[in-house]
């Protein structure tokens, strides 16, 4: 069956270190997001691809970046690990980006010491 | 801008009973409305959109939600709780004029079902 994956599940990391986490989907769906989710805020968009090659700013994309090289992935790293990154991580695919029902992995907590 | 609003952080309801999640939305042009569950330790699942048509909207596991343009809510409903749609729900909306089809969610309604 086709599906979205996302590892690490957990990580702990510590202040200053680069960080990936990696989202993989077998849909083909041309459209991947990153979303971070904390308590009160509900899902903030961090970054997202229409397409190889295409990424573009969230709301909240202060601290990280992505890299779309082909259908399938959209890691998405930490250049230098803080604190307040400290969060559960959703990836999510969609095949339609008007209609937008967008399709989410298990998710990684991640831990900034 | 859009912005979605879950008024409520916890909504608690007996076992049978109907419930109500409630969620209203603010957009410049056209609505798109979603709701999406959160069970534990697991990533978001679809429940249910609208886009046009019908405002009476049926989704995944007996849920439905009607879209009120007026009143600007797109209220998630279920007849009969069950103990197990105790869960995090999400409203989520999408403005059809803006160029980036972004999705905005709401910050999420607990749902608890006492037996």
């Known amino acids: 069956d086709a599906e979205i994956t996302q590892s690490p599940r957990h990580k702990i990391t510590e202040t200053g270190r680069q960080v990936t986490l990696a989202c993989h989907q077998t849909?083909?769906?041309?459209?991947m997001f990153w979303y971070r989710q904390d308590l009160g805020h509900g899902l903030r968009l961090i970054h997202y691809s229409y397409g190889v090659q295409d990424t573009n700013k969230g709301e909240v994309s202060d601290g990280y970046s992505v890299s779309r090289s082909n259908t399938e992935d959209l890691p998405l790293t930490l250049e230098s690990a803080a604190s307040s990154q400290t969060s559960v991580y959703f990836c999510?695919?969609?095949?339609?980006?008007?209609?937008?029902?967008?399709?989410f992995g298990p998710g990684t907590r991640l831990t900034v010491l | 801008a859009q912005s979605v609003a879950q008024p409520e952080d916890q909504v608690n309801v007996a076992e049978g009973n109907p419930l109500t999640v409630k969620c209203t939305y603010s957009v410049s042009g056209n609505p798109y409305l979603f709701w999406y569950v959160q069970y534990p330790n697991r990533g978001l699942q679809f429940l249910l959109k609208?886009?046009?048509?019908?405002?009476l909207v049926k989704g995944s596991y007996g849920f439905e939600a009607e879209f009120n343009k007026s009143q600007t809510s797109f209220h998630l409903k279920k007849p009969s709780a069950l103990v197990s749609d105790s869960a995090l729900y999400f409203c989520?909306?999408?403005?059809?004029?803006?160029?980036?089809?972004?999705?905005?969610f709401g910050s999420g309604t607990r749902l608890l079902v006492r037996p």
């Open positions: 609208y886009i046009t048509g019908d405002n």
């Open positions: 849909w083909n769906h041309n459209n």
């Open positions: 989520a909306v999408r403005d059809s004029r803006d160029s980036s089809y972004k999705l905005i």
């Open positions: 999510a695919s969609s095949v339609d980006r008007n209609t937008d029902t967008q399709y």
